[in-house]
């Protein structure tokens, strides 16, 4: 992997993006995980991923079923949806 890729998603993303992208680039994290990368709340997660919520994002990554009632998502696609999102000097902060 590029290594300016990982300086940038650890910048962006924390250090733990790091640590998910620095081990397999198809590492699939679960939800406490992706929760830490973003920032974002469990129910705002799941409203992203609902077509008929008034917050889906359509880029927002897709889940990966484990199993029965278990999904996740992959490291790098959450992460490269952080780093797509608007900085504050983007909006004139």
Avoid: F
Wanted: overall charge positive.
């Amino acid at each position: 992997m590029d290594r300016s890729v990982q300086k940038s998603n650890t910048h962006v993303a924390g250090n733990g993006a790091l640590s998910c992208l620095s081990t397999l680039q198809y590492q699939v994290i679960r939800l406490p995980e992706v929760q830490r990368i973003t920032g974002l709340s469990k129910s705002t997660i799941y409203a992203k991923m609902d077509p008929c919520s008034p917050y889906h994002d359509p880029d927002w990554p897709k889940k990966v079923n484990l199993g029965p009632r278990s999904v996740g998502w992959y490291c790098h696609e959450v992460v490269e949806w952080v780093e797509s999102r608007p900085t504050s000097a983007t909006w004139g902060a």
